[in-house]
């Protein structure tokens, strides 16, 4: 019988460069690697059933990233987490394997806020960032599916703050709406006076 599973794992610095389609035949190279027994779908190209809570953007780091794998039979965790371990290229860490129990609603689809941490950038007076997210609508050009459009972004900030010379921002996430630091960070430079949107580095921190 099936049987899914919830892979947890870290993605570092030296593969932030890698597209999340080039993570995917990643995967697909590990599965074999690994000798897996995996479920896969059916149809005339069969392959491997296996889901991802939230692609992460190129040139993002992460330590929480989650993915869905179904098996065709049960395996134990601890031996499905060494399996995949041992065949994880540098760079991919993977930190825990759960077995998702039958009839239940997988963990990854109800995911709709995200934090990130963003690092490099440049700091702003307090006042300066509790009158940004004062306002009621922030208005930003926003890449949308059908092409760039000027966008109120307001309700997909939950919460902004600096620490240890990081802004930390905690946003929607998820298919029906999603925010990327870089596009808050744009908006700051146009209702923040003589702020700059450039930044060293994008780590997202945790996924709920």
């Known amino acids: 019988m099936n049987t899914k599973y919830i892979i947890e794992y870290h993605r570092e610095a030296v593969v932030r460069y890698v597209s999340h389609l080039d993570f995917v035949r990643v995967m ?7 000798e897996l027994p995996m479920a896969y779908s059916e149809g005339f190209n069969p392959h491997p059933l296996m ?3 939230l692609p992460l953007s190129t040139g993002v780091t992460s330590s929480c990233e989650k993915m869905e794998l179904t098996l065709k039979e049960e395996m134990p965790a601890n031996e499905f987490l060494k399996k995949l371990q041992d065949n994880m290229p540098k760079g991919f860490t993977v930190v825990s394997v759960t077995q ?3 009839n239940t609603k997988s963990p990854i ?11 490099g950038v440049q700091e702003v007076e307090a006042n300066a960032l509790a009158d940004f997210m004062s306002k009621t609508e922030i208005l930003v050009d926003k890449r949308t599916k059908s092409g760039i459009k000027n966008t109120d972004i307001r309700q997909d900030i939950f919460a902004i703050k600096q620490e240890n ?3 930390v921002m905690e946003l929607s996430a998820g298919n029906e709406r999603n925010l990327k630091p870089e596009t808050v960070l744009l908006a700051m430079e146009l209702y923040i006076e003589g702020f700059s949107p450039l930044y060293d580095s994008i780590h ?3 996924m709920m």
């Open 28 to 34: 697909n190279r590990v599965i074999r690697r690994a």
């Open 51 to 53: 889901g991802f809570a």
């Open 100 to 102: 998702v129990p039958p």
């Open 109 to 119: 689809k109800g995911i709709s806020r995200a934090v990130y941490r963003v690092a």
């Open 165 to 167: 010379g990081e802004l």
């Open 204 to 206: 997202r921190q945790s």
